[in-house]
Every structure is written in C-alpha cells, then in structure tokens.
C-alpha cells in the first residue's frame, strides 16, 4: 500500500486517437469507443429499439472476410492469374479476381482452351498437345475419311479424263473439229467429278466431327475411342456437310467477285464448322462475329493454318503430276504404268495428312480460345456441350 496518488494518463501524441478507457461506462448515448464502429449501447441501460447487429472487427479495419464455402487459396483458375482475391472482376460481376467454383473458371493449364493473354505460345502449346494426345486416333481417322476418299477420286477422274485422247486426235488431223464423243466425255468427267466431290465431303465431315470429338474429349481426361469417335461423326456428318456446302458457296461467289472477296469469307466463315458442332445455333452469324470482334487474333491464328494448308496440299500436288507425267499420256492402256500412277497418286495423297490434321487441329484450338475471350470456359465444358 503506497499513499502516492496514481500517475496522470499520458496524452495522445499528435494524430493519435484518445485511448478509451475500457473500464468506463458508456456515456449513456450509444457512441462506440471504436471509430468507424457501429454503435454499442451501455449494458444495463433499457432499450427501446430492436437489437443492433453484431460488429466484426475485422471488417471495420477493412480485412477481408472468409471466402465462401467451397472456394479455395491460393487461386487455382480464373484470370488473369496472380490478381489476388480481393475486389470484384469487373467482366464478370459478383465474382471476386481468382475465386472460382471448381469447374468454371479460365484454368491457365487447361488442355484445351488457350486462356486470354496466353499469346500464340498458349496456342501452339494446345496445338502440338492436341497432336501427341490423339494421333493414335486422328491418323486413322482422317486416313479414312480425308486421304483415301480423295485418292479415290483422284484415279477415278485420271482415268476418265479425256484430254490426252483428245490431243492424240488433234496432233493426227489437226484440221478436225470437236474430237469425237465431245460432249458425252465432257458431260461424264463433270458428272464424276461434281458428284464425288459432294459425296467426298459427306465422308470428310464425318472425319472433322470424328476428330473434333477425339480432341475435346482428351483433353477433358474422358476415353476417346475410336469406333465411339466415328459413331460420333456419323451423328453430325450431315450437319457439318451441310453447312459446309453453304460456307463453300458463298466463298466461291465471294472469289468470282475479284477473289479479295473470297478470301475474306473464307477467313470470317472459318469458325462455323466448330460452332455447329459445339453450339449449333446459327453457325454464319457466330464466324463471322467472332472474326469481327477479336479480328487480328483470328486472322493471325487462321493465316497459320491456311499457310499449312496450302502447303502441305501444294507440294503433294506437285509432286503427283509430275510422277503421273512419267508414266506417259494414257496410262491406264496398260497395266504396268496404270499400277505405276494409282502408286504415286496413293503415296502423294499420304504426304497430304499433315496438312488436314492441321487444319482439324488448328481451328478447333482457335474456336475453344475465342470461346475464352466471351466467358470461362474449359475443356470439361466444351466436351460437355458435344453430347
């Protein structure tokens, strides 16, 4: 026990808040001793009013409260990446930057979808990880329904042609007129090769979609086998063929217009296979306003393929005319050269398959990354969306 009277308080330095007393009593008028508190009324004084809602500390101070149940730390989707968790993603309301439900979000590993930002890199990581998932599947497949269906035709309309008949003729009596069976020749060769170009592109539709389903589901982690593939394909081949007939008119139309015209649709109507696979919902309409919205992304991404598609069919093309020329003007007369030319025709239609796998591969991984660009999407998704 000590008579000395207690030390006086010391006063608050400048800017400093006055320490409240927490052993004092409420002054009666409801004030919180905390700034930026809600009100705490005094305990033993009557209330008339309704009882006031609880007060978190940590939200007065302006900590973040809990995540919401079923939502993880550190982010494992969303974009972009490393934006932490605090405040609102101002494209997709309501949603907190790098929360996302498990399922739904832009996964920067997905094996599919190439998320924004990711570059031509992103791109050709999904690209080339597309080919070393399915090629088991994709070879046999566009074997089947790309190169051995233009091989075909291809000897067909060799052997039909009339042309080194007709210039036999004319070299013996160059005074002649129209060779003879003119017009039957012609009219058979035009038949043979309209009507097995349309029947062509039923098979190669069946392989796009085929193929289309081998890639979403891989990369979705689902089995994609290949008898279960081409069922697939049978489903949609008529669709797919279909719109494919339009979009291949209206690029003819567009080309007999000066060709920039041609070429411009081709570009803007690159999508609308993938989008009736995917969506099936005005196919022409979805291209072309996804050509337009994100327009240097795409032309970048489909010049990449066209340059490997022309490519890989100019070359074997050369190559099968000047091998067929070797064997002579007619040489199905025979059959040694005609063995001879069904031989380079078959190996030079081979040498074509990198040039479709290519085009299947590249623009399905372009449409799964201008899906990304409108809302988050995954490969799970777009799988789910081919059922």
């Known amino acids: ?11 608050s330095g400048p800017g400093e808040p006055d320490r409240p007393d927490p052993t004092s009593p409420g002054d009666g008028s409801g004030a919180s001793p905390v700034p930026g508190a809600p009100p705490v009324p005094d ?16 939200q007065a ?40 439900p498990p399922g739904y979000g832009l996964d920067p590993n997905d094996a599919l979808v190439t998320p924004p930002g990711a570059g031509i890199g992103g791109w050709f990581d999904r690209f ?18 790309q190169v051995l269906p233009a091989a075909v035709l291809s000897v067909i309309s060799f052997g039909l042609d009339p042309s080194p008949a007709w210039e036999a003729q004319a070299e013996t009596d160059p ?20 009507g097995g170009s349309l029947l062509i592109g039923l098979v190669q539709a069946l392989g796009w979609a085929a193929g289309s389903w081998v890639i979403t589901q891989q990369a979705a982690g689902r089995p ?29 139309i567009g080309v007999c217009f000066c060709v920039l015209p041609g070429i411009y649709l081709a570009f803007a109507l690159s999508m609308a296979g993938p989008v009736y696979l995917f969506e099936r919902n005005n196919p022409i309409g979805r291209s072309f306003r996804m050509f337009h919205d994100r327009l240097g992304m795409l032309l970048g991404r489909v010049a990449l393929v ?10 074997p093309g050369v190559l099968e005319s000047a091998g067929t020329t070797a064997f002579g003007e007619d040489p199905f007369a025979s059959p040694g050269p005609a063995v001879g030319v069904v031989a380079v025709i078959a190996v030079t239609a081979v040498l074509a398959l990198p040039a479709h796998l ?22 799970a998704t777009l799988a789910a969306e081919l059922d």
Do not use: C, K
């Open 1 to 11: 026990m000590t008579d000395q009277s207690p030390p006086p308080a010391t006063p």
């Open 43 to 58: 305990a033993g004084l009557p209330h008339s009013g309704p009882p006031p809602q609880s007060w978190d500390p940590a």
């Open 61 to 100: 101070w302006g900590q973040p409260a809990a995540p919401p149940p079923g939502w993880v730390f550190p982010p494992t989707g969303g974009y972009p990446p490393g934006a932490g968790p605090y405040g609102g993603q101002p494209w997709y309301p309501g949603v907190p930057v790098g929360w996302y």
């Open 128 to 145: 080339w990880g597309a080919l070393r998932r399915g090629w088991r599947q994709l070879v046999p497949i566009m074997l089947l329904t």
């Open 175 to 194: 005074s002649a007129g129209l060779p003879d069976n003119f017009a039957t020749s012609l009219l058979t060769l035009l038949v043979v090769l309209v």
């Open 224 to 252: 994609a086998a290949l008898d279960a593939a081409l069922r697939y394909g049978l489903r949609r081949a008529v669709g797919v063929w279909g719109w494919t007939l339009l979009v291949s008119l209206l690029i003819g």
């Open 306 to 315: 066209g340059a490997a598609v022309i490519i890989g069919t100019v070359v």
């Open 358 to 379: 290519a085009q299947l591969v590249g623009l399905l991984i372009t449409y799964a990354e201008q899906r990304a660009h409108e809302a988050p999407v995954n490969g």
